[in-house]
């Protein structure tokens, strides 16, 4: 992830990613060649300043929500829920 270029992302409307990173793309339905070309013309010609924005908001996210951090909140809920069965057991 670059934090200096500050470049606009055009991502399909049904990634997954489009729910994470909806706020700082264009979303487009990618089968829709005319929603695709003005998402693009939007891009080229977002002002500077929309564009390093959005990139700020996608860096920040993308910097806090790592797999890393995915996997140590599914290890923890895991071990709750595993807790939790032991305790009904009793």
């Given at each position: 992830c670059q934090s200096k270029n500050a470049g606009v992302l055009v991502l399909s409307e049904f990634v997954g990613a489009?729910?994470?990173?909806?706020?700082?793309?264009?979303?487009?339905?990618?089968?829709?060649v005319n929603d695709m070309a003005a998402a693009i013309?939007?891009?080229l010609t977002m002002p500077e300043v929309e564009r390093r924005e959005w990139q700020r908001q996608n860096f920040t996210r993308v910097t806090i929500h790592t797999a890393q951090a995915w996997a140590d909140t599914f290890v923890s809920e895991l071990n709750d829920?595993?807790?939790?069965?032991?305790?009904?057991?009793?």
């Open positions: 489009a729910q994470s990173l909806g706020a700082g793309a264009l979303l487009v339905n990618p089968w829709n013309e939007d891009a829920t595993h807790v939790e069965a032991e305790l009904r057991r009793k």
